[in-house]
């Protein structure tokens, strides 16, 4: 233990975080110590529910948005379930049939339970039980059985995996709306499994409501709240119990949602998902006078803030904590909502340019709520670049959420396409999710820096600010033309100061004569310094979906000295068009180190 760095972490929570933390911390420990009444307690609890009914017109609605989602993240990996196969975060388990699963075995996740939970959420059950089959409800009548004979209170390590808060919400909601689908979709009543199924559903209900996770809240205190909306929409009335529910949502619905529409956790794919929250919470028709203008609004300035995080070809850049697959596609929730040649999200932190196929997403904006900032990334002024539709530069992605080296590379700033100082980072993780100093960047508008480029944005961020480094940004598009990006470092020089940049592996790479070069189809995009050195490209790796490793190419521009500043400019280039002339890039660098 580091106390100047565990103080780094925690000097940001908020008190009524701190009394939550030792609330909920302490609830957990009497919980693993007296399971027994633990068990009773929460037995109780789930006997004074209704048992919900999922043959409602409201639960029908919103299963709809949950078959979306499971169908984009399981669809594709049905047909083994029936024999014990699954694909678990795009790596496939197979048990040897649905009797034999192990619902927490090791999973390849180290010290993080996510692929344990990722199964015990049963989302696979929600396009299984659509099909309207009675093999399918009894598949998923028997891998319920077995995931509660295998997880009583008294297992040691349950309360991380299959009976923490936010497993249980999933698996509440993914039970409830698979079984409207498969009444939905003809399939017939069998009363006993229906019966298990919605006694385990009852008792989720009541487990998450003893064990909100107000220590954590943001998206996980949300999907607390989504579950027992949901499980209140199945009813005739909403219980005693559940009228919190009134008051709450509101408020998680302000924390969790930007005045301009972004997610308070800057991660692109925890925006979609939580449009996919705000729109169940729409379709439970709860407390319609206080919910419905208020999710609505909160639903439309989601789908524009996604639009902004939206490359050309319909999916969401891949900032901080995302990968893809785990969400629907963009293009499916954002409706008629387009993103304009430019697109600001001043609070949440990204600009978009764009036009046609061509368009640059910039990062400039803090690395997440200070009070819980554990899906960050260094990517502080990173660019990902579509051109022609298919996405270019592009960032490292996800490998693991489980402590170790290859998470600390794939949150590191030198893995990321922004200029960064080897061996210093701009945010200091440690362990999966920790954070302890940490920068911010923002947003210049600077007119100054106009005129050069038909579409522009720039930022600066304060990440190596305490080793007296001051970084700044510059990118412009010329749509259908090319691409520049103009970084300035001032203050005190330092060794190292370099631009990295990742570009997806489905492009061809090399190098020659007029540069570096790029080819992918029939489009061809040429890299070259109008300041400062290029080299590259490398072979290289990333992410772009949870854990799967993907080629790439890196190359790297490293600055030129003034004296004054060190300053780099790079062109990309896809059209037989000359880059601007030497005196633009150097009158528009000198202006960017000056604002």
């Given amino acids: 233990m580091q106390p100047g760095?565990?103080?780094?972490?925690?000097?940001?929570?908020?008190?009524?975080?701190?009394?939550?933390?030792?609330?909920?911390?302490?609830?957990?420990?009497?919980?693993?110590?007296?399971?027994?009444?633990?068990?009773?307690?929460?037995?109780?609890?789930?006997?004074?529910?209704?048992?919900?009914?999922?043959?409602?017109?409201?639960?029908?609605?919103?299963?709809?948005?949950?078959?979306?989602?499971?169908?984009?993240?399981?669809?594709?990996?049905?047909?083994?379930?029936?024999?014990?196969?699954?694909?678990?975060?795009?790596?496939?388990?197979?048990?040897?049939?649905?009797?034999?699963?192990?619902?927490?075995?090791?999973?390849?996740?180290?010290?993080?339970?996510?692929?344990?939970?990722?199964?015990?959420?049963?989302?696979?059950?929600?396009?299984?039980?659509?099909?309207?089959?009675?093999?399918?409800?009894?598949?998923?009548?028997?891998?319920l059985a077995s995931l509660e004979a295998q997880n009583p209170f008294t297992a040691g390590g349950v309360f991380r995996d299959v009976w923490n808060a936010y497993t249980a919400s999933h698996r509440l909601i993914n039970l409830l709306a698979g079984l409207a689908l498969h009444r939905a979709a003809g399939g017939v009543p069998a009363a006993e499994h229906e019966r298990a199924i919605l006694s385990h559903v009852r008792f989720c209900a009541a487990f998450v409501r003893a064990n909100l996770e107000r220590d954590l809240q943001y998206n996980h205190l949300m999907k607390n709240y989504v579950a027992l909306a949901v499980y209140a929409a199945s009813l005739d009335r909403v219980p005693p119990p559940l009228a919190m529910l009134r008051e709450a949502v509101p408020r998680s619905i302000a924390q969790n949602v930007l005045p301009d529409g972004g997610h308070a956790e800057r991660s692109p794919m925890y925006h979609a998902l939580s449009m996919?929250?705000?729109?169940?919470?729409?379709?439970?028709?709860?407390?319609?006078?206080?919910?419905?203008?208020?999710?609505?609004?909160?639903?439309?300035?989601?789908?524009?803030?996604?639009?902004?995080?939206?490359?050309?070809?319909?999916?969401?850049?891949?900032?901080?904590?995302?990968?893809?697959?785990?969400?629907?596609?963009?293009?499916?929730?954002?409706?008629?909502?387009?993103?304009?040649?430019?697109?600001?999200?001043?609070?949440?932190?990204?600009?978009?340019?764009?036009?046609?196929?061509?368009?640059?997403?910039?990062?400039?904006?803090?690395?997440?709520p200070d009070d819980n900032p554990g899906h960050a990334h260094a990517d502080f002024l990173s660019v990902e670049v579509s051109v022609g539709g298919r996405r270019l530069i592009v960032d490292p992605g996800v490998p693991t959420y489980t402590a170790g080296e290859l998470r600390d590379i794939s949150r590191s700033a030198r893995s990321h396409n922004a200029p960064s100082i080897d061996d210093i980072e701009p945010i200091e993780f440690w362990k999966s999710f920790r954070v302890g100093r940490r920068g911010t960047a923002a947003e210049i508008t600077d007119a100054r820096l106009g005129g050069v480029a038909p579409l522009w944005c720039a930022g600066y961020h304060t990440g190596y600010d305490h080793v007296g480094v001051h970084i700044r940004r510059w990118v412009g598009l010329w749509p259908g033309v090319g691409l520049m990006l103009c970084d300035v470092c001032v203050g005190r020089q330092r060794q190292l100061e370099t631009a990295r940049f990742l570009v997806d592996g489905a492009w061809a790479a090399g190098a020659g004569d007029t540069g570096t070069w790029f080819e992918r189809e029939d489009r061809r995009v040429i890299a070259r310094s109008l300041a400062g050195r290029l080299n590259g490209p490398v072979p290289a790796r990333h992410w772009p979906r949870f854990g799967v490793e993907a080629p790439a190419h890196e190359f790297a521009l490293f600055p030129e000295d003034t004296g004054r500043y060190r300053r780099g400019a790079l062109w990309l280039g896809w059209a037989d068009v000359e880059p601007p002339g030497r005196s633009v890039v150097v009158g528009l660098l000198d202006r960017l180190a000056d604002v």
Wanted: charged share 25%.
């Fill in 276 to 368: 996919v929250d705000v729109a169940m919470l729409r379709a439970s028709s709860l407390f319609g006078g206080v919910w419905n203008h208020l999710l609505d609004d909160a639903g439309a300035r989601m789908a524009t803030a996604l639009a902004a995080m939206t490359h050309p070809d319909g999916d969401i850049a891949l900032f901080n904590d995302a990968w893809l697959g785990e969400a629907p596609p963009a293009r499916t929730l954002i409706g008629d909502s387009k993103a304009p040649a430019t697109a600001r999200l001043p609070v949440t932190g990204y600009v978009r340019i764009g036009e046609g196929g061509d368009a640059a997403i910039l990062d400039c904006g803090p690395c997440g």
């Fill in 5 to 143: 760095r565990l103080w780094r972490t925690v000097r940001h929570l908020p008190p009524e975080q701190w009394v939550w933390r030792a609330i909920c911390r302490g609830h957990r420990l009497v919980m693993r110590f007296d399971t027994g009444r633990a068990r009773r307690r929460i037995d109780a609890a789930a006997q004074m529910l209704p048992l919900p009914d999922a043959t409602g017109d409201r639960l029908r609605a919103i299963a709809t948005h949950v078959l979306r989602l499971q169908e984009a993240v399981h669809g594709a990996h049905l047909d083994g379930i029936e024999a014990g196969r699954f694909t678990l975060l795009n790596r496939e388990y197979d048990f040897g049939g649905i009797d034999r699963v192990a619902w927490r075995g090791a999973f390849d996740e180290g010290n993080n339970p996510l692929r344990r939970m990722t199964l015990a959420y049963m989302g696979w059950a929600v396009p299984l039980l659509a099909r309207g089959t009675g093999d399918s409800l009894t598949t998923v009548a028997r891998l």
